[in-house]
């Protein structure tokens, strides 16, 4: 840092209408508002605070927002839409349940494999909602508790989904910013993520060695459960091409919502009898109008020059040992994104990384642990991930339709369980980049293009 920053009118204006913006998102649960109306107060009150101070306005605004991001998810949302009726991810869980031949552990094994594999490329969310209704759909059949299948979709998604570039939010968002093509992520990130899947694995076999060790009373009935094969296998085609694109869209110079864009309008044509209308129906706009209304108010931070103001502070510690800050960053944001939403942090610690990053301090673990610390810590509580809460909510519906609220996962039951895997998955983070920190410490990643960062 050539210069000390001075706390100024701007960065304490900016400053305090970012704390109550995330305080009103991280107590959504407590007043009832949803995020995205926290999202868009803060974004208003920044840009009007900005004016007014002459740090911030409404062109800038627009230029803070990660279109990357926001395209990304919504094109990957409607292709999910269109999927969803041919009735293909119920035949899955069919050929999962079917194989697993009433043992309760291979059965969970499968289906955590099949959540991972589309975490890869969908988000968390999106992969829970497929198959949480299926699963519960099966362990009652069963007649066993849904529980540990439900817990496991849940875990495995939020950390299968660290593993690439499009498998998580905050991924995305790191990668856009820092300019991390597709490759280079799953380089990184991929064996790492595998070995804590196989941790979590492992802890739940561990934790619920007894619900497993009992013997289905009940015989699940698999059945064709095809709607339409045919746009089924035409979408599969159509994501392959995807992952072809997304391996190779670096050297092409396509951003990933080029990718996604092309696969959805690619798959909307091959489906010639989808209507636009339906393709549409499971966009989750207040999601996207949560991310752009971030991007907002996060650039207006950056831009009144408290981000830098912050990172002042952290400069020397990571110049000190910049090993004992990797791992210290990533038991912070897993931490923090366990106790509250982990897309808010990773958007506040981007820019402040860029920042440094701008004045020559060499932080290049530091992406990476961002990207392990808040894609593991979801799994630490009830309310670290978006999937998380929405497996909570079918279980306390199922709860509440069966009258047993032994089948509603509690925040203790979440404690007894999630929290241990995601303890156990940091512990072989931190492992991972003890003995291989020269890897992640290798040379530097991305590029900081202004096109590539979202408040840059």
Known sequence: MTETLVMNDSMMISGIILAITFIGIFTETLHGFHRAKFAMM??????????????????????????????????????????????????????????????????????????????????????????????????????????????????????????????DPPNLMIGSAKGIDFNTFAYHMGGMTFAAWITVLLVLRILFRKEMAVEPEGHYQDKDEFQDRKLWNQSLIVLGLMVVMFMIHHSIGWEPWMVSAAGLTLLVFIARKVEMDHAMEDVEIPLLIFFISLFIVVGGVEHSGFLRYLGQFIVPFVQKDLLVATLVLMWVAA?????????????????????????????????????????????????????NVYIVTISERLAKRENDPS????????FRYGTPAMLATLIVCSLIFLLFFDFYNAAEIGSHAASAAPVH
């Open 42 to 167: 803060g974004a208003i009150m920044m840009i009007v605070a900005g004016q007014y101070y002459g740090f911030y306005d409404s062109e800038l605004a627009v230029l803070a927002i990660d279109w990357n991001v926001v395209f990304l998810l919504g094109c990957m949302m409607a292709i999910v839409s269109i999927m969803i009726p041919t009735g293909g991810f119920e035949a899955m869980a069919n050929y999962m349940a079917r194989i697993s031949k009433g043992r309760q552990f291979m059965l969970l094994a499968l289906l955590g494999t099949g959540v991972t594999v589309l975490s890869l490329l969908l988000d968390n969310v999106t992969t829970v909602v497929i198959f949480g209704p299926l699963i519960i759909l099966i362990a009652r059949a069963m007649k066993v508790t849904p529980i540990p299948f439900l817990l496991a979709a849940a875990l495995l998604s939020d950390t299968g989904g660290v593993a690439t570039l499009v498998g």
């Open 407 to 414: 089948l509603a996962i509690t925040p203790w039951v979440w």
């Open 335 to 387: 931490l923090l994104s366990a106790a509250i939403d982990n897309i808010p942090f990773t958007a506040a610690m981007i820019p402040i990384l860029l920042g440094m990053e701008a004045q020559g301090i060499h932080v290049t673990p530091l992406w990476w642990a961002l990207a392990a610390g808040v894609g593991m810590g979801g799994n630490g509580t009830h309310i670290g991930s978006t999937a």
